[in-house]
């Protein structure tokens, strides 16, 4: 029995769980070391991927933005230098990223580090015909590179930066 416990213990703490703290809700990442304070506003999406959690902001002008924490598991070997690289460093022009094929990138802005969470970037992706305005911020916890994604339309991007920090305002990862 005290096996079963443990194993159901360790099981339950393996995934993303969601709590209430001073009636606050938050979602806690337990497996990438995040946490964050869900605002009333948002409103969550099933990703159906298991290092994914986000969803969309209230709409603007009939048009949701989204935001998205996508973490990937620290490997041996892996650094922080090669994830950036991944994501935003190594980008190319008219290129399609290495982690979509339906995006081309069409440039970036270096933004030095937010609020003292991670390195931050304005990144201009075109899909479909339409210019996407992201903002990415990258970090590192104890066990994953995280990548928080903020991509809005040209017209919705600079309306939503305020919601976007307020967001922001409730995330801690160690």
């Not at 999406?45 to 603007?60: D, E, I, K, S, Y």
């Not at 996508?70 to 650094?79: C, E, F, I, L, V």
């Not at 950036?84 to 990223?97: A, R």
Request: hydrophobic share 40%.
């Amino acid at each position: 029995m005290k096996n079963l416990m443990f194993l159901l213990f360790i099981t339950i703490g393996s995934f993303g769980v969601y709590g209430q703290q001073n009636t606050r809700e938050f979602y806690r990442d337990t497996l990438s070391s995040y946490q964050v304070v869900i605002p009333e506003w948002f409103t969550v999406r099933n990703t159906n991927a298991t290092n994914l959690w986000g969803g969309t902001l209230p709409a603007v002008d009939g048009i949701e933005n989204a935001i998205v924490i996508k973490a990937y598991a620290k490997k041996t070997g892996s650094s922080f230098f090669g994830f950036k690289k991944y994501v935003v460093e190594g980008l190319s022009f008219g290129k399609t990223p290495p982690w979509s094929s339906s995006h081309h990138f069409m440039g970036k802005k270096d933004l030095g580090i937010y609020k003292g969470i991670g390195d931050s970037y304005i990144v201009y992706l075109m899909r479909g015909g339409l210019i996407y305005h992201c903002k990415y911020v990258l970090l590192e916890s104890r066990t994953a590179y995280i990548w928080i994604d903020f991509t809005a339309t040209e017209k919705t991007f600079d309306k939503n930066m305020p919601k976007f920090d307020e967001f922001m305002a409730g995330f801690n990862a160690n």
